[in-house]
Protein backbone atom coordinates (compact mmCIF):
# COMPACT_ATOMS: atom_id res chain seq x y z
CA UNK A 1 0.00 0.00 0.00
CA UNK A 2 1.47 3.25 -0.27
CA UNK A 3 -1.44 5.45 0.61
CA UNK A 4 -0.05 6.09 3.29
CA UNK A 5 3.68 7.20 2.28
CA UNK A 6 1.82 9.58 -0.23
CA UNK A 7 -0.19 11.29 2.73
CA UNK A 8 2.43 11.60 5.26
CA UNK A 9 4.20 13.36 1.63
CA UNK A 10 1.18 15.30 0.63
CA UNK A 11 1.33 16.37 4.49
CA UNK A 12 4.90 17.58 3.99
CA UNK A 13 4.17 19.59 1.36
CA UNK A 14 1.33 21.06 2.42
CA UNK A 15 3.69 22.39 5.46
CA UNK A 16 6.47 23.52 2.89
CA UNK A 17 4.41 25.32 1.17
CA UNK A 18 3.08 27.26 4.34
CA UNK A 19 6.32 27.75 5.69
CA UNK A 20 7.50 28.95 1.93
CA UNK A 21 4.39 31.50 2.02
CA UNK A 22 5.04 32.37 5.62
CA UNK A 23 8.69 33.17 4.70
CA UNK A 24 7.65 35.34 1.64
CA UNK A 25 5.13 36.81 3.38
CA UNK A 26 7.27 37.69 6.18
CA UNK A 27 9.90 39.06 4.07
CA UNK A 28 7.16 41.38 2.06
CA UNK A 29 6.12 42.53 5.71
CA UNK A 30 2.68 40.27 6.48
CA UNK A 31 3.33 36.46 6.87
CA UNK A 32 -0.71 36.29 7.46
CA UNK A 33 -1.25 37.50 3.52
CA UNK A 34 1.31 34.90 2.25
CA UNK A 35 -0.07 32.26 3.97
CA UNK A 36 -3.32 32.98 3.13
CA UNK A 37 -2.41 33.66 -0.64
CA UNK A 38 -0.43 30.34 -0.85
CA UNK A 39 -3.41 28.58 0.27
CA UNK A 40 -5.39 30.14 -2.18
CA UNK A 41 -2.56 29.16 -4.95
CA UNK A 42 -2.97 25.39 -3.63
CA UNK A 43 -6.80 25.60 -3.80
CA UNK A 44 -6.80 26.56 -7.46
CA UNK A 45 -4.68 24.37 -8.55
CA UNK A 46 -6.63 21.39 -6.21
CA UNK A 47 -9.62 22.74 -7.89
CA UNK A 48 -8.58 22.56 -11.63
CA UNK A 49 -7.15 18.87 -10.81
CA UNK A 50 -10.90 18.10 -9.59
CA UNK A 51 -12.48 19.36 -12.34
CA UNK A 52 -10.19 17.27 -14.96
CA UNK A 53 -11.32 14.77 -13.01
CA UNK A 54 -14.49 15.16 -13.00
CA UNK A 55 -14.04 15.29 -16.99
CA UNK A 56 -12.73 12.49 -17.30
CA UNK A 57 -14.78 10.31 -14.92
CA UNK A 58 -17.89 11.87 -17.18
CA UNK A 59 -15.79 10.24 -19.89
CA UNK A 60 -13.58 7.78 -19.25
CA UNK A 61 -12.05 7.70 -22.37
CA UNK A 62 -7.85 7.29 -22.77
CA UNK A 63 -5.51 8.33 -19.95
CA UNK A 64 -7.01 10.66 -17.10
CA UNK A 65 -4.90 14.03 -16.36
CA UNK A 66 -1.94 13.86 -14.59
CA UNK A 67 -2.42 14.36 -10.79
CA UNK A 68 -0.01 13.96 -8.07
CA UNK A 69 -0.50 13.57 -4.33
CA UNK A 70 -3.43 12.09 -2.86
CA UNK A 71 -5.74 12.90 -5.90
CA UNK A 72 -3.35 11.09 -7.62
CA UNK A 73 -3.69 8.03 -5.14
CA UNK A 74 -7.19 8.51 -5.81
CA UNK A 75 -7.03 8.34 -9.81
CA UNK A 76 -4.51 5.18 -9.89
CA UNK A 77 -7.25 3.66 -7.77
CA UNK A 78 -9.53 4.48 -9.90
CA UNK A 79 -7.82 3.40 -13.15
CA UNK A 80 -7.13 0.09 -11.22
CA UNK A 81 -10.67 -0.73 -10.49
CA UNK A 82 -11.79 0.42 -14.14
CA UNK A 83 -9.10 -1.90 -15.42
CA UNK A 84 -10.87 -4.80 -13.11
CA UNK A 85 -14.24 -4.46 -13.92
CA UNK A 86 -12.83 -4.40 -17.61
CA UNK A 87 -11.88 -7.79 -16.93
CA UNK A 88 -14.53 -8.95 -14.85
CA UNK A 89 -17.23 -7.73 -18.02
CA UNK A 90 -14.57 -9.26 -20.48
CA UNK A 91 -14.66 -12.69 -18.60
CA UNK A 92 -18.58 -12.76 -18.68
CA UNK A 93 -19.31 -11.82 -22.18
CA UNK A 94 -17.02 -14.98 -22.85
CA UNK A 95 -18.90 -17.26 -19.90
CA UNK A 96 -21.95 -15.59 -21.88
CA UNK A 97 -20.91 -16.38 -25.19
CA UNK A 98 -19.68 -20.18 -23.86
CA UNK A 99 -23.04 -20.77 -22.31
CA UNK A 100 -24.88 -20.00 -25.42
CA UNK A 101 -22.35 -21.60 -28.03
CA UNK A 102 -23.31 -25.45 -24.93
CA UNK A 103 -27.22 -24.58 -25.57
CA UNK A 104 -27.08 -23.14 -29.32
CA UNK A 105 -24.97 -26.76 -29.71
CA UNK A 106 -28.10 -29.15 -28.01
CA UNK A 107 -30.12 -31.11 -29.96
CA UNK A 108 -32.76 -30.05 -26.95
CA UNK A 109 -35.00 -26.52 -28.36
CA UNK A 110 -33.93 -24.20 -25.54
CA UNK A 111 -35.68 -20.74 -25.52
CA UNK A 112 -34.96 -17.43 -22.70
CA UNK A 113 -38.07 -15.85 -22.34
CA UNK A 114 -38.02 -12.28 -20.09
CA UNK A 115 -40.86 -11.76 -17.01
CA UNK A 116 -43.08 -9.74 -19.82
CA UNK A 117 -43.41 -12.98 -21.93
CA UNK A 118 -41.19 -12.19 -24.70
CA UNK A 119 -38.45 -14.10 -26.20
CA UNK A 120 -35.14 -13.06 -25.33
CA UNK A 121 -32.87 -15.94 -27.03
CA UNK A 122 -33.20 -19.19 -28.36
CA UNK A 123 -30.78 -22.04 -30.03
CA UNK A 124 -31.32 -23.07 -33.58
CA UNK A 125 -33.12 -26.33 -32.45
CA UNK A 126 -36.01 -24.33 -31.30
CA UNK A 127 -36.48 -23.35 -35.10
CA UNK A 128 -37.68 -26.64 -35.99
CA UNK A 129 -39.36 -27.90 -33.02
CA UNK A 130 -41.20 -25.06 -31.75
CA UNK A 131 -41.07 -22.39 -34.96
CA UNK A 132 -39.39 -20.21 -33.08
CA UNK A 133 -36.13 -17.99 -34.81
CA UNK A 134 -33.32 -16.14 -33.25
CA UNK A 135 -32.69 -13.23 -33.34
CA UNK A 136 -35.84 -12.29 -35.79
CA UNK A 137 -38.43 -13.42 -32.99
CA UNK A 138 -36.46 -11.37 -30.55
CA UNK A 139 -38.94 -9.31 -28.33
CA UNK A 140 -42.01 -11.26 -29.51
CA UNK A 141 -44.58 -12.60 -27.24
CA UNK A 142 -43.65 -16.31 -26.99
CA UNK A 143 -47.56 -17.27 -26.76
CA UNK A 144 -48.34 -15.74 -30.20
CA UNK A 145 -45.50 -17.98 -31.69
CA UNK A 146 -46.07 -21.01 -30.23
CA UNK A 147 -49.60 -22.67 -30.82
CA UNK A 148 -49.73 -25.59 -28.99
CA UNK A 149 -53.17 -25.51 -26.69
CA UNK A 150 -51.37 -27.73 -24.14
CA UNK A 151 -48.23 -25.77 -24.54
CA UNK A 152 -49.94 -22.72 -23.87
CA UNK A 153 -52.27 -24.12 -21.04
CA UNK A 154 -48.99 -25.28 -19.14
CA UNK A 155 -46.91 -22.16 -19.22
CA UNK A 156 -49.53 -19.77 -18.45
CA UNK A 157 -50.83 -22.23 -15.19
CA UNK A 158 -47.04 -21.87 -14.08
CA UNK A 159 -46.61 -24.82 -12.43
CA UNK A 160 -43.36 -26.46 -13.70
CA UNK A 161 -43.18 -29.40 -10.71
CA UNK A 162 -43.81 -32.30 -14.01
CA UNK A 163 -42.73 -31.96 -17.15
CA UNK A 164 -45.50 -31.81 -19.70
CA UNK A 165 -45.78 -34.39 -22.71
CA UNK A 166 -47.28 -33.18 -26.17
CA UNK A 167 -48.30 -36.07 -28.14
CA UNK A 168 -48.26 -35.45 -31.69
CA UNK A 169 -52.11 -34.29 -33.09
CA UNK A 170 -51.10 -36.16 -36.81
CA UNK A 171 -49.06 -38.76 -38.11
CA UNK A 172 -45.29 -37.01 -38.33
CA UNK A 173 -45.40 -34.46 -36.42
CA UNK A 174 -42.77 -35.13 -33.03
CA UNK A 175 -43.82 -35.87 -29.71
CA UNK A 176 -42.59 -33.15 -27.28
CA UNK A 177 -41.31 -33.32 -23.49
CA UNK A 178 -41.29 -29.27 -22.42
CA UNK A 179 -39.53 -28.42 -19.15
CA UNK A 180 -39.54 -25.15 -17.62
CA UNK A 181 -37.61 -23.63 -14.99
CA UNK A 182 -37.44 -19.85 -13.46
CA UNK A 183 -34.56 -17.49 -12.60
CA UNK A 184 -33.56 -14.21 -12.89
CA UNK A 185 -36.43 -11.94 -11.75
CA UNK A 186 -39.05 -13.83 -13.33
CA UNK A 187 -37.20 -14.76 -16.80
CA UNK A 188 -38.09 -18.05 -17.70
CA UNK A 189 -35.87 -21.32 -19.89
CA UNK A 190 -37.93 -23.24 -21.75
CA UNK A 191 -36.26 -26.96 -22.69
CA UNK A 192 -38.64 -28.77 -25.47
CA UNK A 193 -36.82 -32.05 -26.40
CA UNK A 194 -38.66 -34.75 -29.33
CA UNK A 195 -39.50 -37.63 -27.30
CA UNK A 196 -41.20 -39.07 -30.44
CA UNK A 197 -38.78 -42.30 -30.19
CA UNK A 198 -39.64 -43.04 -26.63
CA UNK A 199 -43.28 -42.21 -27.28
CA UNK A 200 -43.55 -44.61 -30.30
CA UNK A 201 -42.00 -47.92 -27.57
CA UNK A 202 -44.78 -46.95 -25.50
CA UNK A 203 -47.54 -46.87 -27.67
CA UNK A 204 -46.29 -49.98 -29.01
CA UNK A 205 -46.11 -51.79 -26.03
CA UNK A 206 -49.54 -50.54 -24.90
CA UNK A 207 -50.49 -51.77 -27.98
CA UNK A 208 -48.96 -55.17 -27.55
CA UNK A 209 -50.86 -55.32 -23.77
CA UNK A 210 -53.88 -54.55 -25.42
CA UNK A 211 -53.78 -56.82 -28.51
CA UNK A 212 -52.37 -59.84 -26.04
CA UNK A 213 -55.34 -58.88 -23.69
CA UNK A 214 -57.73 -59.11 -26.54
CA UNK A 215 -56.42 -62.37 -27.85
CA UNK A 216 -56.79 -64.17 -24.92
CA UNK A 217 -59.84 -63.42 -24.44
CA UNK A 218 -61.40 -64.94 -26.96
CA UNK A 219 -59.91 -68.68 -25.91
CA UNK A 220 -60.84 -68.39 -22.38
CA UNK A 221 -64.29 -67.27 -23.13
CA UNK A 222 -64.59 -70.56 -24.30
CA UNK A 223 -62.58 -71.97 -21.58
CA UNK A 224 -65.01 -70.78 -19.23
CA UNK A 225 -68.10 -72.01 -20.88
CA UNK A 226 -67.08 -75.33 -21.24
CA UNK A 227 -66.02 -75.38 -18.07
CA UNK A 228 -69.65 -73.92 -16.66
CA UNK A 229 -71.16 -76.24 -18.88
CA UNK A 230 -69.78 -79.42 -17.46
CA UNK A 231 -70.01 -78.23 -13.89
CA UNK A 232 -73.60 -77.92 -14.49
CA UNK A 233 -74.01 -81.60 -15.58
CA UNK A 234 -74.53 -82.84 -12.11
CA UNK A 235 -73.94 -86.49 -13.18
CA UNK A 236 -70.04 -85.27 -13.93
CA UNK A 237 -69.35 -82.58 -11.20
CA UNK A 238 -70.70 -85.54 -8.30
CA UNK A 239 -67.23 -87.20 -8.99
CA UNK A 240 -63.77 -86.91 -8.46
CA UNK A 241 -63.67 -84.09 -11.10
CA UNK A 242 -65.70 -81.78 -9.37
CA UNK A 243 -62.46 -80.24 -7.69
CA UNK A 244 -60.40 -79.23 -10.06
CA UNK A 245 -63.05 -78.31 -12.43
CA UNK A 246 -64.33 -75.46 -9.85
CA UNK A 247 -60.58 -74.37 -9.54
CA UNK A 248 -60.37 -74.20 -13.27
CA UNK A 249 -63.53 -72.40 -13.49
CA UNK A 250 -62.18 -70.33 -10.38
CA UNK A 251 -58.91 -69.72 -12.05
CA UNK A 252 -60.48 -68.52 -15.79
CA UNK A 253 -62.67 -66.24 -13.81
CA UNK A 254 -59.43 -64.69 -11.82
CA UNK A 255 -57.96 -64.32 -15.55
CA UNK A 256 -61.01 -62.73 -17.49
CA UNK A 257 -61.01 -59.93 -14.44
CA UNK A 258 -56.97 -59.75 -15.09
CA UNK A 259 -57.88 -59.19 -18.82
CA UNK A 260 -60.35 -56.86 -18.20
CA UNK A 261 -58.16 -54.72 -15.93
CA UNK A 262 -55.37 -54.55 -18.28
CA UNK A 263 -57.59 -53.93 -21.11
CA UNK A 264 -58.85 -50.57 -19.16
CA UNK A 265 -55.40 -49.70 -18.11
CA UNK A 266 -54.34 -49.93 -21.49
CA UNK A 267 -57.54 -47.47 -22.30
CA UNK A 268 -56.75 -45.36 -19.66
CA UNK A 269 -53.58 -44.78 -20.77
CA UNK A 270 -54.17 -44.16 -24.38
CA UNK A 271 -56.46 -41.47 -23.80
CA UNK A 272 -54.20 -39.89 -20.83
CA UNK A 273 -53.09 -36.65 -22.98
CA UNK A 274 -56.56 -36.15 -23.82
CA UNK A 275 -58.97 -32.72 -22.66
CA UNK A 276 -61.49 -33.54 -20.83
CA UNK A 277 -64.20 -31.32 -20.98
CA UNK A 278 -67.39 -33.41 -19.18
CA UNK A 279 -68.54 -31.70 -15.76
CA UNK A 280 -69.20 -34.87 -13.36
CA UNK A 281 -71.63 -34.73 -11.08
CA UNK A 282 -69.83 -36.12 -8.12
CA UNK A 283 -71.85 -36.05 -5.55
CA UNK A 284 -74.81 -38.32 -7.59
CA UNK A 285 -71.82 -40.29 -8.39
CA UNK A 286 -70.81 -41.56 -4.97
CA UNK A 287 -74.41 -41.45 -3.26
CA UNK A 288 -75.04 -44.20 -6.53
CA UNK A 289 -71.72 -46.01 -5.70
CA UNK A 290 -72.41 -46.18 -1.65
CA UNK A 291 -76.04 -47.80 -2.31
CA UNK A 292 -74.61 -49.84 -5.01
CA UNK A 293 -71.62 -51.03 -3.10
CA UNK A 294 -73.78 -51.31 0.42
CA UNK A 295 -76.62 -53.57 -1.65
CA UNK A 296 -73.45 -56.22 -2.43
CA UNK A 297 -71.37 -55.60 0.67
CA UNK A 298 -74.48 -55.96 3.06
CA UNK A 299 -72.35 -57.38 5.92
CA UNK A 300 -70.35 -53.75 6.09
CA UNK A 301 -71.18 -50.35 6.64
CA UNK A 302 -70.16 -47.67 4.24
CA UNK A 303 -70.93 -44.32 5.62
CA UNK A 304 -71.11 -41.09 3.17
CA UNK A 305 -70.16 -38.01 4.24
CA UNK A 306 -70.77 -35.00 1.89
CA UNK A 307 -69.44 -31.50 2.52
CA UNK A 308 -69.57 -30.02 -0.92
CA UNK A 309 -71.69 -29.40 -3.99
CA UNK A 310 -67.94 -29.22 -6.46
CA UNK A 311 -67.85 -30.72 -9.65
CA UNK A 312 -64.87 -32.03 -11.65
CA UNK A 313 -64.31 -31.73 -15.28
CA UNK A 314 -63.50 -35.17 -16.53
CA UNK A 315 -64.59 -38.68 -17.31
CA UNK A 316 -67.42 -39.94 -15.14
CA UNK A 317 -67.04 -43.70 -16.28
CA UNK A 318 -62.88 -43.35 -15.24
CA UNK A 319 -64.50 -41.77 -12.17
CA UNK A 320 -66.44 -44.25 -10.66
CA UNK A 321 -63.70 -46.58 -11.68
CA UNK A 322 -61.25 -44.55 -9.55
CA UNK A 323 -63.47 -44.40 -6.92
CA UNK A 324 -64.80 -47.93 -6.91
CA UNK A 325 -61.63 -49.00 -6.82
CA UNK A 326 -60.64 -47.32 -3.76
CA UNK A 327 -63.75 -48.47 -1.83
CA UNK A 328 -63.40 -51.92 -2.68
CA UNK A 329 -59.92 -52.05 -1.81
CA UNK A 330 -61.13 -50.03 1.82
CA UNK A 331 -63.57 -53.26 1.76
CA UNK A 332 -61.05 -55.96 0.81
CA UNK A 333 -58.66 -55.03 3.34
CA UNK A 334 -60.50 -54.25 6.27
CA UNK A 335 -62.64 -57.00 7.95
CA UNK A 336 -64.50 -54.79 10.12
CA UNK A 337 -65.78 -51.32 11.22
CA UNK A 338 -67.13 -48.72 9.08
CA UNK A 339 -66.11 -47.33 5.67
CA UNK A 340 -66.02 -44.29 5.24
CA UNK A 341 -66.50 -42.26 2.17
CA UNK A 342 -65.66 -38.19 2.45
CA UNK A 343 -66.46 -35.64 -0.72
CA UNK A 344 -65.15 -32.34 1.25
CA UNK A 345 -62.87 -29.02 0.21
CA UNK A 346 -59.68 -28.48 1.53
CA UNK A 347 -57.62 -25.25 0.92
CA UNK A 348 -60.18 -24.59 -1.75
CA UNK A 349 -59.84 -27.76 -3.37
CA UNK A 350 -62.38 -30.65 -3.86
CA UNK A 351 -60.99 -33.84 -2.21
CA UNK A 352 -62.83 -37.14 -2.15
CA UNK A 353 -61.26 -39.44 0.36
CA UNK A 354 -61.45 -43.06 1.52
CA UNK A 355 -60.83 -44.25 5.01
CA UNK A 356 -60.82 -47.83 6.83
CA UNK A 357 -59.41 -49.79 9.99
CA UNK A 358 -58.25 -52.35 8.18
CA UNK A 359 -54.45 -53.97 7.70
CA UNK A 360 -53.00 -51.04 6.83
CA UNK A 361 -49.46 -50.30 5.05
CA UNK A 362 -45.60 -50.14 6.09
CA UNK A 363 -44.47 -47.19 5.41
CA UNK A 364 -41.81 -49.13 2.98
CA UNK A 365 -44.47 -49.91 0.82
CA UNK A 366 -46.65 -47.40 0.40
CA UNK A 367 -44.09 -45.46 -2.58
CA UNK A 368 -44.69 -48.66 -4.50
CA UNK A 369 -48.73 -49.60 -3.99
CA UNK A 370 -49.47 -47.68 -7.65
CA UNK A 371 -46.93 -49.77 -9.51
CA UNK A 372 -48.77 -52.92 -11.63
CA UNK A 373 -48.88 -56.20 -9.77
CA UNK A 374 -47.19 -54.54 -6.68
CA UNK A 375 -48.81 -56.43 -3.60
CA UNK A 376 -47.97 -55.91 0.06
CA UNK A 377 -48.74 -59.43 0.86
CA UNK A 378 -49.27 -61.92 -3.06
CA UNK A 379 -50.93 -64.57 -1.08
CA UNK A 380 -53.53 -62.55 0.86
CA UNK A 381 -54.21 -60.16 -2.37
CA UNK A 382 -54.88 -63.49 -4.54
CA UNK A 383 -57.16 -64.86 -2.06
CA UNK A 384 -59.86 -61.80 -2.23
CA UNK A 385 -59.58 -61.41 -5.78
CA UNK A 386 -56.91 -58.93 -6.31
CA UNK A 387 -55.42 -58.26 -9.54
CA UNK A 388 -52.73 -56.28 -8.58
CA UNK A 389 -53.97 -53.24 -11.18
CA UNK A 390 -56.37 -51.57 -9.17
CA UNK A 391 -54.17 -48.75 -8.00
CA UNK A 392 -52.43 -48.51 -11.20
CA UNK A 393 -55.83 -47.53 -12.87
CA UNK A 394 -56.52 -45.12 -10.25
CA UNK A 395 -53.14 -43.79 -10.46
CA UNK A 396 -53.60 -43.24 -14.07
CA UNK A 397 -56.99 -42.20 -13.93
CA UNK A 398 -55.38 -39.49 -11.06
CA UNK A 399 -53.14 -38.27 -13.71
CA UNK A 400 -55.44 -37.57 -16.73
CA UNK A 401 -57.61 -35.63 -14.36
CA UNK A 402 -55.03 -33.30 -12.98
CA UNK A 403 -55.69 -34.82 -9.75
CA UNK A 404 -53.41 -36.04 -6.77
CA UNK A 405 -53.66 -39.19 -5.04
CA UNK A 406 -52.37 -39.21 -1.04
CA UNK A 407 -52.23 -42.64 0.74
CA UNK A 408 -51.86 -42.28 4.78
CA UNK A 409 -51.96 -45.35 6.15
CA UNK A 410 -50.52 -47.12 9.38
CA UNK A 411 -50.17 -50.51 9.68
CA UNK A 412 -52.77 -52.74 12.14
CA UNK A 413 -54.49 -49.41 12.21
CA UNK A 414 -55.85 -48.31 8.88
CA UNK A 415 -55.76 -46.21 5.68
CA UNK A 416 -57.29 -43.14 4.11
CA UNK A 417 -56.84 -43.46 0.12
CA UNK A 418 -57.42 -39.64 -1.18
CA UNK A 419 -58.06 -38.18 -4.79
CA UNK A 420 -57.11 -34.01 -4.36
CA UNK A 421 -58.83 -32.86 -7.96
CA UNK A 422 -56.79 -29.46 -8.23
CA UNK A 423 -58.33 -28.36 -11.65
CA UNK A 424 -62.29 -28.71 -10.71
CA UNK A 425 -65.39 -26.47 -11.08
CA UNK A 426 -66.50 -23.98 -8.41
P1 LIG B 1 -54.99 -55.61 -5.53
O1 LIG B 1 -55.79 -56.06 -6.69
O2 LIG B 1 -53.95 -56.57 -5.11
O3 LIG B 1 -55.84 -55.12 -4.42
P2 LIG B 1 -54.28 -52.89 -5.91
O4 LIG B 1 -53.44 -52.25 -6.95
O5 LIG B 1 -55.67 -52.43 -5.80
O6 LIG B 1 -54.16 -54.41 -6.14
O7 LIG B 1 -53.55 -52.65 -4.53
C1 LIG B 1 -52.16 -52.92 -4.43
C2 LIG B 1 -51.83 -53.32 -3.02
O8 LIG B 1 -52.04 -52.22 -2.14
C3 LIG B 1 -52.72 -54.40 -2.46
O9 LIG B 1 -52.22 -55.68 -2.81
C4 LIG B 1 -52.66 -54.16 -0.97
O10 LIG B 1 -51.50 -54.77 -0.44
C5 LIG B 1 -52.46 -52.65 -0.87
N1 LIG B 1 -53.72 -51.97 -0.54
C6 LIG B 1 -54.57 -51.35 -1.40
N2 LIG B 1 -55.60 -50.79 -0.75
C7 LIG B 1 -55.40 -51.04 0.57
C8 LIG B 1 -56.13 -50.72 1.76
N3 LIG B 1 -57.25 -50.02 1.76
N4 LIG B 1 -55.59 -51.14 2.94
C9 LIG B 1 -54.44 -51.84 2.96
N5 LIG B 1 -53.73 -52.17 1.88
C10 LIG B 1 -54.19 -51.78 0.69
Partial sequence: MRSKPTVIAEAWRLV???????????????GQAGIIVGLLLLSGWWGYQLKQLLQWLEQPMGKPAKAGGVLGLIVDRICQLQRQSEAAQLQLASALVYLQ????????????????????????????????????DRG??????????????????????????????????????????????????IFARDSTESY?????????????SHELRTPLTVIKGYTQTILELGSLTGGPLQQPLRQIDEQSQRMETLLIDLLWLAQIESIEGQGKTAVVDVVSLLVDLQSTLQTAWTQRDIQ???????????????????????????????????ILLRWYELNGIPVFAVSDSGVGVAPHHISR??????????????????????????????????????????????????????????
Avoid at 309 to 338: C, M
Wanted: with cysteine; proline share 4%; glycine share 8%.
Fill in 16 to 30: LLALTCLVLGLSLGN
Fill in 101 to 136: DSLGSMRDASIIVDAQDQIAWANKSAEHLLGVHHPQ
Fill in 369 to 426: LTERFYRVDKSRSQRIGGTGLGLAIVKHIAVSHQAELAIDSQLDVGSTFSLAFRQSKQ
Fill in 140 to 189: QRLQDLIHLPPFTAYYEAGDYSCPLRIPPSTDGEPCLQVEISRFGMGDRL
Fill in 304 to 338: LEISTERTVVGDEVQLHSAFSNLIINALKYSVSGP
Fill in 200 to 212: RLEQMRRDFVSNV
